[in-house]
Every structure is written in C-alpha cells, then in structure tokens.
C-alpha cells in the first residue's frame, strides 16, 4: 500500500460510530436554547431558530453524518434594540448605577461573576469541544485562561486605582485624574477562540463601567448559553445584555442608530469596515479591532532547523491553522530550504489526527462548512502557477476533515502569497536574499507578528530593526502567539485597531477624565470635606488592597 493510499485508508476511518465515543465526552441529547439575556431578564424566544451542527461527524448507515448539537434563537432587529435600549437605559448618559459604582462594588460584581462561571466549566468545555472542534486540552485551556485573564484584569485595575487615588498639585491647579467609562459597547468576539478573545473586550469594557451588548459569532455560540445566568445575577440589570442572529438582521440595525460608543470585535477587516461605515456619527465610535493576518516565519541560512521546523509545524498547523497569529506563510533562504522542507514533510506527517477528545490529537475536523471548498480553491490557483502539494494525500477532504497540505514553491502569483487562508494549508517559499522578504512585509495589508529563525546575532538584529516598525511582535526562533495575556495585544495596518492586554485594555475600554480646582481656601476646604465624608467615588483617596 503506498503512502496516498495510507491517508485515504487513515480518513476513511476518521469518523467514530457514536458508541466509540467516551462516555464523559459523548455530547448527548440535542440542546435546544431559547434563552437570551436583555435588561436583567432571560427571556424566552418563540421564533425562528438556527440549527448548530458539529464538525464532528459521527458514522450512520448512511455514512458519515454531522451530529446535532441543537439550536439557537435567530432574533431580530426588535430584540436587538430592546438590547440597545437596556445598555443605554444602564448607563444613563454616565450616570446609571453601574458608571457611577465604585471601583471596589464593580470588583465585587466581577468576582461573583467569574465564581459563577467556574462552576460550569465541565459543560462549557464540552460545548467548545464539540461546537468547534477544538481538542479537549485546548479547551480546556481556553477556559482555564479566560478565568486567569478575568482575575489578572481585576488586579490590574485595583493597580490602575491605586495610582488614581492621589490629587495632582501643578502650577496653582489642584487635579484628580481617573479613567471613566466610554459609554454603550458592542461586542462580538471570533469563532475560533468564542470565549477566551471573547472575554478579552468584553471582560475589561465591563468593569471600566461600560454597557454591552454582546453577540456571540455565528459559530460558537451555545457555548455561552450556561454563562447567561451568571451576567443575570451578577451584574445590575441592563449592563451585560446577550442577543442572538444574524449580525444583518441584528448588528446592521445597531450600528445605524449611532447609539454605539464603542465597536469591539474580532474577525475580518472587510465585516469591520462595513460595521464602522453604517455608524452615522464616526467621530463619536471608538473601534477595538482585532481582524486577519498573514503572519510570515522567516528561516534564516544559519537558523537551528530542528527548531525551526518544529516551531512552524505548531505555529501554522496548532488548531487547523484556525488562529489569527498562525504562520500563515513560511520563508526559507534557498540554499537550506530543501533540507528545511524534508524535515518539515516528517513533522507534519507526525502530527496526530482525530477527534477532540482524543489524547494528542492536533488536527481535528474544522467548523466553518465552506471551508475546505475555499483551501481547495486556493490550492488550486497555486497549482496553476507552478507549485503543488508536497505531503501525500495533504488537501484531501473527507467532510468536515481536511488533511494538511504543504504547498511549494509559492511564488507571488498566486492568492495563497497574499490572502490569508486560515486553515490546514502551509505555503512555503524559497527566497534568495532578504530584501525580498522585507519588501513583502512592507507591501502586505497586515502587520500583526512575524517570526524569524537564526543565530547569527549581526544579521538578526539588523533584520530586528528592519521589522519592527512592520508587525507589532517580532518572536525570535519561536511561532507567533497572544500570550501571555500582560504583553500588549495589537496589529498594524488592516490587522488591527487599539492595543488588548490586561492593563492596556482597560485603557482601550475608557478615557481619562479630569476635576480640575484653583488651589484657593474656598477650594481646598471643600475637596478635604468630601473627601472625609466618601460623598464622591470619583474624588475618594481610597487605596484598595
């Protein structure tokens, strides 16, 4: 049996039969969710709903089918403004309770939320799992991370409080400087990562004393459904309000009232321009943007190969590739690349097929049904100009499964040089001097993260300083990556807009705000009384530990 032969062999079976599966991971009867959060109240949904089917498919006698994981309400565009009436209603032209609360009872509310939602991890991460089919330690992780990143804002912002508890004394003017909230956010998070890059916007938006409206991707979105409880009974009625739908049926109609402050969302560019440009009032909209990305890895003639290529296969392939900071372009200097490729081919191959829940598995089927049609069509236009699939059977599709592909010798003629393919799909080029490189980083439409391989000190930090003002991460002889989560957050060009990190988000969700007095008696009398009698939240010297 050959080697192509082997692969079709290997994805034949892919697919369990639905008594293979463990029974701690077996997803059980459909769920089907009617539920959604607006002004303090879950409300019930009568209407049309959206059937949510898993990547996972499961072996019948009719062959591979996927599974039924339930459905989710398709609200309209009468749900989304009383959504948008609540938030606003919340933050009552910043003088709702929750704009106005002091920093220690916005605290307390966050840490009741976040032991809420501790207490359904078991059933978020299984929902991730099957509903995105990410690998069980990975959703793991993703939840463990998103409980870290909650617990890290809230002592970033008792820090933050802290260097705001002092009046400012400069040239006959007394000042207190805070940060105060934005307004009304909208906030809508990715498929890929639906609760921990969910949670990086909405988290901080939240306890800066901001409204949300929240929508949850088309794509991983009952996951959230055991979390509504938790924003009901955690927060003051109207501050975190939770709708579902089509973003045309509900995010167009938001955005055209110009009632949005603050547009948080994470995806593409093109969704993010259309979004901005249906706010009448531009001026007044601050956008939080984390969009695509064609992160290149740059292997250098001297580089450690062996850590090179291990790097790139995780970089590019850890999660299908489905990551905005995957390598989604790899460069290697002529004269190693054909060793470079060789060892790359026997990484990949290693690379463990299979379901979620199966122990190492790395590859696993993908959630977006138009997607392995879309990597063929990539693949396919690469070929005609002059590269091909170097891994045997690599771009073979079996439903929802797509084997990876390395593709060589990309040149820049073809679409997968330039567009970003977030998938299974490795291009690879040969390059001869770095300056070609340079230039194609200079002319991307993206400048997120870059990775660059080598060991000569000389060459690498001039190619440092040449890069720099390129991305907004250069990460040496490793892939790109978020982490960790104290470590600024962003992208130039179209890749982003406003810096997340825990304590750079705080101040992406909020502006400084000034009391300014003339150091006169009368003055000076007043700001101590009320200082001693706590009658203002915004001038306390409270210093929270």
Known sequence: MNTVEVVNEKLAAIFPKESDIPAEYAYGEPVHQKEY???????????PVQDIFSPVCVQTANGPEQKLLGSTPLLTETEATDALNAAIGAYKNGTGEWPTMSVEGR???????????????TEVVKTLMWEIGKNIKDSEKEFDRTVEYILDTIEAYKKLDRTSS???FEQGIIGKIRRSPLGVVLCMGPYNYPLNETFTTLIPALIMGNTVIFKPAKIGVLLHRPLLEAFRDSFPKGVINVVFGRGRATVGPLMTTGKIDVLAFIGTSKSANIMKMQHPRPNRLR???????KNPAIVLNHADLDLAVKECALGSLSYNGQRCTALKIIFVQKNVVDTFINKFLKEVEGLKWGMPWENGAQITPLPEPEKPGLLKELIEDAEVHGAKVINAGGGTIEHTFYAPAVVYPVNNKMKLYYEEQFGPVVPIVAYDKIEEVIQYMVESNYGQQASIFGTDNDEMATLIDNLVNQVCRLNINSQCQRGPDVYPFTGRKDSGEGTLSVSDALRTFSIRSMVAAKEIDVNKEMLTDIIKERSSKFLSTDFIF
Do not use: D, P, Y
Request: hydrophobic fraction near 50%; charge should be positive; avoid cysteine.
């Open 107 to 121: 605290i307390r509310a966050m840490e009741k939320f976040v032991k809420a939602m501790k207490s359904k991890r």
């Open 287 to 293: 956008s939080v943007l984390a969009l695509e990305a």
């Open 166 to 168: 002092n009046f400012q």
């Open 37 to 47: 959060l607006v002004n303090g109240e879950i409300k019930i949904w009568s209407g």
